[in-house]
């Protein structure tokens, strides 16, 4: 099924974005690789075992996203699928997070995909086909003490992404939302850089490789959205039918930051 598709992975340096363009390639994907960093690009490509592409991009800046969109269509026709990966966080109290940290990471993490997304999307339509994964996270449904900044962003991934389904649905695009808890990854470097987060919850961190996996599965059967794991989904939805009480009985639990 994924055969020689055209695949556009964003972040995809590292962690996740890394891991899932390995498990592309190996179904044979031809998987572009977008980050800011080419060397470190270069060394996930060589591990590749399909054709594949490196092309820096800096999902912040408009003009940047076009170019390397507008030059990806050029090259190979078209784009069959869009993985919004690039994303990152900062936990702090809102108090003392900084104004600009709060805009810098929406431009990241929402922005970021608004703009892939529109460059991609009159292809896609066109085309008619196509299919664009966002990944979001748990925090975009559950809010927790520290996250004010990164949560806002994940709930406005979410927001984009079921308002967006409906709007190209007829056009036979695929817009898909992957959801995750927290993952073993790099990502904890930056977010939680004196480890008293990871120190609390690494009995319910998962493998990046799960995760990875459920992505290229949520593209081959190309699902709506995924919760990972599967209890937390089953959390969350009791959180948003009973908020109050969910509040009362899992705000110890989930307030480890």
């Not at 990966?85 to 104004?99: I, R």
């Not at 703009?115 to 927790?144: D, F």
């Not at 996250?147 to 984009?160: C, D, E, M, N, P």
Request: glycine residues 10%.
């Amino acid at each position: 099924m994924l055969k020689d598709k055209i695949v556009v992975v964003t972040g995809a340096s590292s962690g996740i974005g890394a891991l899932t363009a390995q498990m592309l390639s190996a179904r044979g994907a031809v998987v572009i690789l977008t980050a800011r960093s080419v060397d470190k690009l270069q060394n996930v490509g060589s591990a590749l075992k399909g054709p594949h592409a490196v092309i820096p991009m800096d999902v912040s800046q408009d003009d940047d996203v076009t170019r390397v969109m507008d030059s990806i269509i050029g090259t190979y026709g078209r784009i069959d699928v869009l993985l919004n990966n690039a994303g990152y966080g900062k936990f702090e109290y809102c108090k003392d997070m900084p104004l600009g940290e709060f805009a810098d990471m929406m431009n990241v993490n929402y922005m970021g995909i608004v703009r892939c997304t529109k460059s991609v999307l009159p292809h896609m339509m066109k085309a008619g086909s196509g299919q664009i994964v966002n990944v979001a996270s748990m925090a975009g449904k559950i809010g927790t003490s520290k996250s004010t900044a990164y949560t806002a962003t994940k709930h406005a991934v979410l927001g984009f992404t079921n308002a967006l389904r409906p709007e190209v649905k007829e056009y036979g695009i695929t817009v898909s939302a992957v959801n995750p808890g927290p993952i073993d990854t790099p990502f904890f470097q930056l977010a939680d850089p004196g480890g008293e987060y990871v120190k609390n919850i690494g009995w319910f961190m998962m493998k990046p490789e799960k995760v990875a996996a459920a992505i290229v599965s949520v593209i081959e059967r190309r699902k709506a959205e995924i919760d990972l794991p599967w209890a937390a989904g089953i959390g969350i939805r009791f959180y948003q039918l009973f908020p109050r009480l969910a509040d009362k009985l899992s705000s110890r639990m989930l307030n480890k930051k």
